[in-house]
């Protein structure tokens, strides 16, 4: 679902277009003609779509693959490849549902523009269309330990108010399960469930993806905020939501109006805001990088979600349950876990909580042959680590090496750990570690690692 589907008849465009893309990390499938598109997309459906307009030798053209795209596969965006001086049929193609267009001859800096843009939109559609339709199917939230329990009656309180909740707590320790917990519980319950994860939206496209925009060629976009009008909407880790764009939400939270960028009129909405945060707001408050003015309007009802190490009396149903969820929807082996694999998972210190029990459970499922009852052997390799094993092994092979060798060697090891340890999530892990998202990715690539961490932003999004 991560892939990129070029259609172009002509070989040496499609090829040049490919390259970039795979350059820029993407993975790309190619089509020459209209069979070889609508093949490729039911095969799979791609996160994009870049299409020429004209097709020689083609059964259909551009503009019916188009229609066909947002008949069949309405979250594919489309961009279209025209020729110098079509813009009437680019624009055409724009009111069929095409995302955007670009004109030949285009340079890279063009349609990396436009791809980044597109991906970016893709995930964010694809993550709210698969919270409509339950794609995740809400997740039952369970425990039964004496920090669950505080947390639930918490949350059933909240749940009948219409009041702002600020839900703080560690990474993958359910503090989004907590919102759609509060928002299923609450008369807004038919409505929207609304995400905005504020971590992996890039600051400069955040306003966008929030406010919708509008413009004569293509209409109104709704943006995040109209989208969840009735329902509710999750600010996911709001500590990183950019300091130019909170006065911007706080003007939202007082008037529940607001105008599309490049709009005149007002849009009214009906919200309910949730937010999370695992960072320490008040500093952030004192660093200048959090408005006071925005904390105070969204922590009206702060309630903590318990890590999992407050609440190990929870892990042997959590991890059953997890065991039962992959037979059931992966065909992995039903296996049993008796009190001493228990009780070494009780042991374990869990810094990705909830999240890393589940994926432990998932590894150990899928890695091993066994089929008998789990043995407290096999959690070891998998990433938990005991509590007093805070040490890397780099092995004797480090004294053999140059510094700056070394120094590679134990920054991929420390970052692959890190990034284990928080289940994959490059925002909560470039945060543990002290750097920007973007220079950790540039520091991944640079360490070779990038290309088992291609799929960030499904990680993000599908957490
Ligand atoms: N009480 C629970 N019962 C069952 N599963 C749970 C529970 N709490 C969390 N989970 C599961 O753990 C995973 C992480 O939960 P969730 O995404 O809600 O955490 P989070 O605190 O929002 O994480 P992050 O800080 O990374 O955004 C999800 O797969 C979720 O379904």
């Given at each position: 679902?991560?892939?990129i589907?070029?259609?172009?008849?002509?070989?040496?465009?499609?090829?040049?277009?490919?390259?970039?893309?795979?350059?820029?990390?993407?993975?790309?499938?190619?089509?020459?003609?209209?069979d070889?598109?609508?093949?490729?997309l039911?095969?799979?459906?791609p996160?994009?779509?870049v299409?020429?307009?004209?097709?020689?030798?083609?059964?259909?053209?551009?503009?019916?693959?188009?229609?066909?795209?947002?008949?069949?596969?309405?979250?594919v965006?489309?961009?279209?490849i025209?020729?110098?001086?079509?813009?009437?049929?680019?624009?055409?193609?724009?009111?069929?549902?095409?995302?955007?267009?670009?004109?030949?001859?285009?340079?890279?800096?063009?349609?990396m523009?436009?791809?980044?843009?597109?991906?970016?939109?893709?995930?964010?559609?694809?993550?709210?269309?698969?919270l409509?339709?339950?794609?995740?199917?809400a997740t039952?939230m369970?425990g039964?330990?004496?920090?669950?329990?505080?947390?639930?009656?918490?949350?059933?309180?909240?749940?009948?108010?219409?009041?702002?909740?600020m839900?703080?707590?560690?990474?993958?320790?359910?503090?989004?399960?907590?919102?759609?917990y509060?928002?299923?519980q609450?008369?807004?319950?038919?409505?929207?469930?609304v995400?905005?994860?504020?971590?992996s939206?890039?600051?400069e496209?955040m306003?966008?993806?929030?406010?919708?925009?509008?413009?004569?060629?293509?209409?109104?976009?709704?943006?995040l905020?109209?989208?969840?009008?009735?329902?509710?909407?999750y600010?996911?880790?709001?500590?990183?939501?950019?300091?130019?764009?909170q006065?911007?939400?706080?003007?939202?939270?007082?008037?529940?109006q607001?105008m599309?960028?490049?709009g005149?009129?007002?849009?009214?909405?009906d919200?309910?805001?949730?937010?999370?945060?695992?960072?320490?707001l008040?500093a952030?408050?004192?660093?200048?990088r959090?408005?006071?003015?925005?904390?105070?309007?969204?922590?009206?009802?702060?309630?903590?979600?318990?890590?999992?190490?407050?609440?190990?009396?929870?892990?042997?149903?959590?991890?059953?349950?997890?065991i039962?969820?992959?037979?059931?929807?992966?065909?992995?082996?039903?296996?049993?876990?008796?009190?001493?694999?228990?009780?070494?998972?009780?042991s374990?210190r869990?810094?990705?909580?909830?999240?890393q029990?589940?994926?432990?459970?998932?590894?150990?499922?899928?890695?091993?042959?066994?089929s008998?009852?789990?043995?407290?052997?096999?959690?070891e390799?998998?990433?938990?680590?005991?509590?007093?094993?805070?040490?890397?092994?780099?092995?004797?092979?480090?004294?053999?090496m140059?510094?700056?060798?070394?120094?590679e060697?134990?920054?991929?090891?420390?970052?692959?750990?890190q990034?284990?340890?928080?289940?994959?999530?490059?925002?909560?892990?470039?945060?543990?570690?002290?750097?920007?998202?973007?220079?950790?990715?540039r520091?991944?690539?640079?360490l070779?690692?990038?290309?088992?961490?291609?799929n960030?932003?499904e990680?993000?999004?599908?957490?």
């Open positions: 679902m991560s892939d589907l070029i259609v172009d008849d002509e070989r040496d465009i499609r090829e040049l277009i490919a390259d970039i893309l795979k350059d820029e990390g993407f993975e790309v499938r190619l089509a020459a003609n209209s070889e598109a609508v093949n490729a039911n095969e799979q459906e996160a994009l779509m299409l020429d307009i004209w097709l020689k030798d083609s059964r259909m053209d551009g503009i019916d693959i188009l229609k066909q795209v947002k008949r069949n596969n309405p979250d965006p489309v961009i279209i025209s020729g110098h001086g079509n813009i009437e049929i680019a624009v055409a193609a724009i009111r069929q549902g095409a995302y955007d267009f670009i004109e030949k001859p285009f340079n890279i800096d063009q349609l523009v436009v791809v980044n843009r597109a991906m970016e939109t893709s995930r964010l559609r694809r993550e709210n269309s698969s409509r339709r339950g794609g995740d199917r039952e369970l039964q330990s004496a920090a669950f329990k505080r947390l639930r009656d918490n949350l059933d309180k909240v749940a009948k108010s219409n009041g702002r909740v839900l703080s707590g560690e990474p993958g320790a359910g503090k989004e399960l907590a919102a759609r509060v928002h299923a609450s008369p807004r319950a038919g409505a929207a469930f995400t905005v994860p504020c971590a939206i890039e600051p496209r306003e966008e993806v929030l406010f919708g925009r509008e413009s004569p060629e293509r209409g109104i976009e709704p943006g905020l109209e989208q969840a009008h009735g329902g509710v909407i600010f996911d880790e709001v500590g990183d939501m950019p300091l130019g764009t006065p911007k939400i706080l003007r939202v939270l007082t008037e529940q607001f599309r960028a490049g005149s009129d007002r849009v009214r909405v919200l309910r805001v949730i937010s999370s945060t695992n960072r320490d008040p952030e408050i004192a660093a200048g959090f408005r006071q003015e925005l904390y105070d309007r969204l922590n009206v009802v702060p309630v903590a979600v318990p890590s999992l190490a407050d609440r190990r009396d929870d892990i042997a149903l959590l991890a059953r349950s997890f039962e969820q992959f037979n059931r929807t992966q065909g992995l082996p039903a296996r049993e876990l008796p009190e001493e694999t228990v009780a070494a998972l009780q374990m869990w810094p990705g909580n909830i999240r029990l589940r994926n432990v459970i998932e590894r150990v499922l899928i890695l091993t042959e066994e008998g009852p789990i043995q407290p052997s096999e959690l390799p998998q990433g938990a680590t005991p509590d007093n094993s805070d040490a890397l092994s780099l092995g004797p092979q480090i004294t053999a140059a510094l700056r060798e070394a120094r060697m134990f920054e991929r090891e420390y970052l692959l750990a990034i284990n340890r928080f289940g994959g999530n490059i925002s909560r892990t470039a945060q543990f570690v002290g750097m920007e998202r973007s220079a950790l990715h520091k991944l690539k640079s070779g690692v990038v290309g088992g961490m291609r960030e932003e990680m993000l999004a599908g957490k």
